[in-house]
């Protein structure tokens, strides 16, 4: 999870805004005017900002102050309710530029699409009641789309089928549950035309690169995004805004900021907005709205750790995880504006469920007894009015389906986790996203990482799905903690890198994992993340002692075996002393340095460069590096390592972009830089992928390349 970004003080308290509503004061401008709106935004960012209950004021001099008034929600939902005093509002530089400098509003589709706690909590509390009513703001946005014309019944259509699949996803029958006979199974002519209108601004964006990517191209993204929102492209939708969010923070220098991540959101945006552009009939590219909570359930849920969520839009809270008696995962969230102080304090915060008189803390160590339950799609519960939860006692790690947790090897974990489909529907990547659970011994400390092997299985108790812990109780040929099949454990598995979760000043992942590091051959359980972007990897959240002998924590008994590694904080008198956990021979790590890392060790980093180069510089600076013969160069130690496509990919993309060809009168031809964009995207796609299957091999520790 990165550090949230950190804007301007002046950009903090100015209201988000919907996509349409600053599109549309950006395309009103004259050619004149968009020339200067850039600086117009920069100098807005300086600009004292007034609040006046929920009034906004921008002072731009004595006759120009631009007012806007958001909704209860404080979000600017109608272009009404962006009022300027100079003579030419509406169409006026003053007004387009503070609507420019507003940040962008979260949609249903892009806080539904992203996966991860931080999209877990972000509407976990307007979502939770299936009987809320539409409050002003949704009634004011949708008088605003209905002015939109044609889209309008397109959304209206959206809006109707609530839980399912957008556009032409089968919708299923009220009465039979079977999908409706006469439902498209595939994008209908008017979601391939919001497509292709959305990959042509990406393009745009993408030749353009990060500096020239200023608020115009930026207005048409956002017009292209509010396009797919009308015509049923919830996933394009959210995809168009983090790409926007994202050259914002790069053209603003936000500390959060990291040119992978937009890279990534570019690649998103482009891949999904080219196959339906191209008529694809896969339903995962439409993605889904918010979908509608499902009640009735009875639950009995275990506490397995809390996660604080900090988010770069200024949301903080926390996140607490649960598992079911059947295995299933569950959360319950609290994440609201407020930032790192909120993500504090929300550790400790009541839960709202029911008449649960519970906190966080208590939860994520105790269980639920659930009647009524409201879940969403994502698993979140919600506290809609029928919901009945009574607290229950909360098990160990070791009982009951909280042992499951630790059944597998990480290997195992690795192969479920990172197999799954990287260009299918982003709801299963919430999956990939589930915590893991782990038994490690600490070797040491490399920089800001803390190095560990896993255990082999027959130094810890048995795991069995009964959670009894007793060797005697598995079933036959496992005993010594051996899962039916896996054969022995391997003596020396791969040397695990574990890194913060947050690695935020204010919280207590650092300074937990500084603790740990003092003692090498200290064993540690462990619940976190597999990290699909680095090698070996994983994020903890939380910890525990391992059952059995050998040098481990002294939790406090009211912890019950757990420390939450974000709000819990190790002390001395938690471990064990140096003189009884010597490092073991088996897992000291040659030369005191970590593994090979096979992805930051392969020439890949070549292509990415070029790849991340063309986001950051456009087109212009990727035709740059290939004069001179360097593109060939450059991919000749991709050839020798055996990476024959990636090398022909990362010659194409140079030539491509330093390609201008002209018609026979002269006139250059693809001025739009289609045959460049698609370029890129192979090249991107096929180092995804790569470095995907790198990463997984590495949680084996067999050698690669």
Known sequence: MNLPASPPASA??????????????????????????????????ALPVVADGRTVSVNWGEDAVVTLVPGRSGVVVDPGAALCSCLLAPRCLHRAAVLTACPVADTDA????????????????????????????????????????????????RVEGGAQEAGGAPAPDQESGSPRADTPTGPTAGQVAAAAEVREAAVAVLVAGVPGAGAVLQAELLRAAHTARLAGLPRAEAAALRVVRGLRAAR???????????????????????????ADSDPALLGTTRRAYRQGEGLRVHGVCREPVIS??????????????????????????GGAARARGAGTATVTLGAATVNHAQLARGGLLISGATISPEGRLGSGRGVRATPVAGLPWSQGPLAALFARTLAQAADARLSSDLWGDPQAAEEANRPVGCDLVIVGAEGDRLLARELPRSEGPARTESGTGNPADSEPGTGGGEVPGDGPFPPRGPLIRLVAANPHPDLAHVENLRQLASRPGLRVRVIGRLDPDR??????????PVPGPGPTLRLPAEWLGRA??????????????????????????????????????????????????????????????????????????????????????????????????????????????????????????????????????????????
Not at 128 to 146: N, Q
Not at 629 to 645: C, I, K, V
Request: charged share 25%.
């Open 12 to 45: 903090t308290r100015l209201p988000a805004v919907e996509p349409h509503v600053a599109a549309a004061a950006v395309e009103d401008l004259t050619p004149r005017l968009r020339k200067k709106l850039d600086a117009a935004v920069e100098r807005c960012v």
């Open 110 to 157: 892009d806080t539904d699409v992203e996966s991860g706690a931080e999209s877990a909590g972000r509407d976990a509390d307007t979502a939770g009641d299936a009987g809320a009513v539409l409050d002003e703001d949704t009634t004011a946005h949708a008088a605003t789309t209905a002015r939109a014309g044609a889209g309008s019944a397109s959304r209206a259509g």
């Open 252 to 278: 603003e220098r936000h500390d959060g900021h990291r040119l992978t991540d937009l890279a990534s959101a570019l690649r998103d945006l482009l891949l999904t907005s080219g196959r339906i552009a191209a």
């Open 312 to 337: 770069a839009t200024g949301y903080g809270g926390v996140v607490t995880h649960l598992v079911a008696e059947d295995g299933r995962w569950f959360s319950v969230a609290d994440v609201r504006p």
């Open 535 to 544: 090698a070996a990897t994983m994020r903890p959240l939380a910890v525990g």
């Open 564 to 705: 939450d590694l974000g709000y819990d904080r190790l002390r001395g008198s938690h471990l064990p002393s140096r003189d009884d956990c010597p490092p073991n021979p088996g897992t000291e790590s040659e030369g005191g340095t970590a593994d090979a890392d096979p992805v930051a060790g392969s020439p890949l980093w070549r292509v990415r460069r070029l790849v991340e180069l063309a986001v950051s510089g456009g087109r212009r600076a990727v035709a740059e590096s290939a004069r001179g013969g360097d593109s060939l160069a450059q991919s000749a130690p991709l050839r020798r390592a055996g990476f024959e496509t990636a090398a022909e990919l990362f010659v194409a993309l140079t030539e491509e972009a330093d390609r201008r060809a002209r018609d026979v009168f002269g006139r250059l031809v693809d001025t739009e830089g289609d045959r460049y964009a698609w370029s890129w995207l192979a090249a991107a796609v096929h180092l995804t992928a790569t470095e995907r299957a790198l990463v997984r091999a590495s949680w084996h520790g067999r050698p690669t390349g």
